[in-house]
């Protein structure tokens, strides 16, 4: 012991030598603390292991430098399965007293064991998992928690305690009283076990027996003296009662009574234990493979759908790389007719190449393919426009309005730009046909473009046009302008009575309405392609 203001070490006398400072009244503390240690190891020995913590924890009280009574408080600790509270005291006794100390033995011990120390640990977390079960009422779970936390470590007496608590709870009282034993031998007089022990016998009414006592009136049989075999004996008061077993008859029929009996028992015992295990054994291997055969087939069934898929997804390709075929086959053939109306323009064939352009569809080309197309029909516009023409105007003569309205209409497209010395003509004339076909809007639209483009030629038009079908006194303005077919000419201007109305042209051709009564004889105008001669009501002239 060392003085408390000098260091110096303390002798006999109540002063320091070093400082001269009263130490008596530390003195008296460090005995007051080794006076409890005293104690607590008498109680440590006789598995008091509460009591002893108890003094042991004073005894640090006063002095917290007793390395003793800091050993001894951690060996208590771990006897009651509590290693980390153990532990601590022993790293503190450490570093209080670096040299001599049994706490690094100690340490070194349940260091070096890994695995314990690892288990003490899991212990230790499952049993404070399975304290916030309890407070969470899942006592189940917390059962089985303490049931491992026991398994683990068997020195824990808070996992006995809390278990037991459960059980009490359930009233399974024998339980509860088994794990209290066990705490028992473990801390002979904690209060808390002692407790949980006197509300098992006034819950059940029967005492619990924690040691094996002698009883003083028993004796032991002294030597010769021959002990009744099969007897139970007991004290009532001073007296021993000596019991005889029950009797039993061994003659021959009880025998085989017994062996019937045996075999009979033998028999149910296969029956009802054997032969039901075995069916459950088959049933479950039944089961297991019933199980597995459509897990099997579920996994086939999932892979041939997967595969399925896969071939749909093929073919669906398969369909797309088809039709992506035919359309560039396609393409390609409208390009090879492409090239052989550019290589009959090429050669000079231009009305081959006129009728050929006509095949084609303009959306089937693209970029340069749809350049060239559009340069051939444009090179080859006034070989359409004069076939379409030619065609139309010898449709018109024979009245056939529909197909020259269709042949006229092209013949206009053609020529888009009214570059063609006929397109007025072709004009005229679709309008015309469509006058005679009855389309009055297709009429005035065509009317209205000879209106439009040539407006020195209106006058020929307007009296057809819907909105100008008759003059103010009533009489019909109905002209037909032929001047126009080509090269046709007049050989016989006609004379007309006083109610035919004439137009004259300027052109020496004289224009007759529809209700001209010239004589069919009279040619009007001669066709310049079939060379044919029409009087004014459309009649060929023989």
């Known amino acids: ?131 916030l079960y309890c407070r969470e009422d899942n006592e189940d779970m917390a059962i089985i928690q303490l049931k491992k936390v026991i398994s683990h470590n068997p020195k824990l007496v808070k996992a006995y305690q809390l278990l037991a608590l459960l059980y009490m709870k359930r009233q399974e009282y024998e339980r509860s009283r088994k794990l209290l034993k066990k705490a028992v031998q473990i801390d002979a007089t904690n209060t808390t076990t002692l407790r949980y022990l006197q509300e098992i016998e006034t819950a059940t009414g029967k005492s619990t027996s924690l040691s094996r006592r002698h009883r003083k009136n028993e004796r032991e049989p002294e030597e010769g003296e021959e002990q009744v075999s099969g ?77 399925q898929e896969e071939i749909d997804g093929y073919e669906e390709q398969i369909a797309d790389a088809e039709d992506e075929r035919d359309a560039a086959l396609a393409k390609a053939d409208s390009y090879d007719e492409l090239l052989a109306v550019a290589n009959l323009y090429i050669s000079g064939n231009e009305s081959s190449a006129a009728d050929q352009i006509l095949t084609l569809n303009a959306d089937d080309y693209e970029d340069n393919a749809l350049a060239l197309y559009e340069s051939i029909r444009s090179a080859v516009a006034a070989s359409l426009f004069t076939e379409y023409y030619n065609a139309g105007t010898t449709a018109y003569v024979q009245k056939d309005y ?52 040539y407006p020195e030629n209106a006058s020929v038009v307007e009296g057809y046009i819907s909105s100008s079908s008759s003059t103010s006194d009533g009489t019909s303005t109905n002209t037909l302008d032929l001047s126009g077919l080509g090269d046709a000419a007049t050989d016989v201007t006609a004379e007309t009575d006083a109610s035919t109305t004439t137009a004259d042209t300027g052109d020496d051709i004289v224009i007759y309405d529809n209700d001209s009564t010239t004589t069919s004889s009279e040619v009007v105008w001669t066709d310049p392609t079939t060379g044919l001669q029409y009087d004014a009501n459309g009649n060929v002239i023989n």
């Open 1 to 131: 012991m060392k003085c408390i203001y000098c260091n110096t070490p303390l002798g006999a006398s109540d002063y320091c030598t070093g400082c001269g400072a009263d130490v008596s009244i530390l003195k008296r503390i460090v005995r007051i603390s080794n006076l409890l240690y005293n104690e607590g190891l008498e109680k440590a020995r006789v598995r008091d292991m509460e009591g002893a913590i108890t003094c042991l924890k004073r005894s640090l009280k006063f002095s917290k430098e007793n390395t003793d009574a800091r050993n001894l408080l951690g060996l208590c600790y771990y006897e009651t399965g509590e290693a980390v509270s153990a532990l601590c005291e022993w790293v503190i006794s450490k570093n209080l007293q670096a040299e001599d100390n049994l706490a690094d033995y100690y340490i070194d011990q349940l260091q070096n064991n890994k695995n314990r120390l690892d288990t003490i640990n899991q212990s230790i977390r499952k049993y404070n998992q399975s304290v």
């Open 231 to 307: 007897t139970l004996r007991y004290l009532s008061g001073n007296e021993m009662i000596i019991q005889p077993t029950t009797f039993r008859d061994s003659s021959t029929i009880a025998t085989f009574i017994n062996i019937i009996l045996g075999i009979l028992l033998g028999g149910a015992i296969v029956w009802f234990l054997v032969v039901p295990a075995n069916r459950q054994s088959v049933n479950d291997s039944a089961n297991k493979q019933v199980t597995e055969a459509n897990t099997k087939l579920a996994a086939v069934q999932v892979q041939a759908e997967e595969l």
């Open 402 to 453: 529909q197909t020259a309205a269709d042949n006229l209409a092209l013949a206009v497209e053609a020529d888009s730009e009214r570059e063609q010395s006929n397109h007025y003509n072709a004009l005229l004339y679709l309008g015309m046909a469509y006058y005679y076909l009855g389309d009055r809007d297709s009429a005035d639209e065509v009317f209205n473009q000879i209106v439009e483009y």
